[in-house]
């Protein structure tokens, strides 16, 4: 079991298997090329597995899959094969934006995959253009849709904005509700690679503009979940993510790992270890060693909000998240 100094039992990795994306978000990587890390520079998916058995043999029962867009990299319902085969009981999810998610979804699902999230921002073709830096939204619904037909559990995220997409968020909400998806709004994250004139909406502010039409009641948090949950009068579940506030970090229980191997304790936090060298020379009890002492270190909480909050160099790209 792997257990930080502050007593949480860390049992989640999200993996992401390349920094390449094909949208330019505003509030992720708006300026950066269309350029990528050479191929040789990443951990093959058999190099990324061996660690992944480690993961799981020291206790880690949650696995995300991210990247930038990790339907980018070939063979990737090979990857989660391998990891299904090793561990079936393991929460084998994946965060895309569904760009490439139609022709996809039956080999993922095929292959072991059991969820996925997708973030939805806006359901105006002309607004997604505006976010993503390209007409996306029609593929992205097509593959939502396709998802769901072939029996993916679909969670939604959405990114509330002013003067972007505010205006929006009972239309996304009702459009998941109207096909069992749950969603959660994410607040805006600052984060030194995105537009500077972005302006998140708040948790206080966007529970105003839900209440001018549903009634509901406030559950908190579920166990390790960033998310803080509300139930409606009918019964549909929404959540928010707040990561200015203390209790997004308390119960976290995550670590990340980057295509090339490095393993980050805290989605704010630069710093790192790379277990990559080790793994590629096969040395397993090095690695072993790199991901006991980045638990070890891990941070009780990120740098976001307070007086002496800043804006995260961070690149999201490169991890997910």
Request: proline residues 4%; glycine residues 8%.
């Amino acid at each position: 079991m792997l257990i930080d100094s502050y007593d949480r039992v860390v049992d989640y990795i999200r993996i992401s298997v390349t920094e390449r994306c094909n949208f330019r978000c505003n509030y992720c990587m708006p300026e950066k090329p269309f350029s990528w890390v050479p191929k040789e520079n990443l951990l093959t998916f058999e190099e990324l597995f061996e660690f992944v058995k480690v993961c799981i043999d020291e206790g880690v029962k949650k696995i995300r899959i991210t990247g930038g867009e990790p339907l980018l990299r070939e063979g990737l319902d090979t990857f989660i094969k391998m990891i299904y085969d090793y561990a079936p009981e393991i929460d084998l999810a994946m965060t895309t934006n569904a760009f490439l998610l139609k022709g996809a979804a039956q080999k993922l699902k095929d292959a072991g995959l059991k969820r996925i999230n997708v973030s939805i921002d806006t359901l105006k073709p002309e607004v997604a253009r505006d976010i993503a830096g390209k007409d996306v939204l029609e593929n992205v619904l097509a593959g939502v849709e396709e998802a769901l037909k072939v029996g993916l559990k679909v969670k939604v995220n959405m990114v509330p904005m002013k003067t972007v997409n505010a205006e929006e968020i009972i239309d996304v909400l009702e459009y998941c509700k109207a096909r069992g998806m749950s969603i959660r709004f994410i607040e805006y994250m600052e984060n030194q690679h995105a537009k500077a004139e972005i302006k998140g909406l708040k948790s206080p502010e966007l529970l105003a503009l839900l209440r001018e039409k549903y009634s509901f009641s406030d559950d908190g948090f579920d166990g390790a979940s960033p998310s803080h949950y509300y139930t409606m009068d009918d019964g549909y579940r929404f959540g928010i993510i707040e990561p200015y506030e203390d209790d997004f970090c308390k119960q976290c229980n995550r670590i990340r790992l980057t295509a090339e191997g490095n393993l980050i304790p805290c989605l704010y936090f630069d710093e790192a270890m790379s277990i990559g060298e080790a793994v590629k020379r096969g040395d397993i009890k090095g690695a072993t060693a790199v991901l006991k002492e980045v638990v070890r270190t891990k941070p009780e909480k990120n740098r976001w909000g307070g007086e002496d909050g800043e804006s995260s160099n961070r690149a999201f790209y490169e991890t997910g998240g």
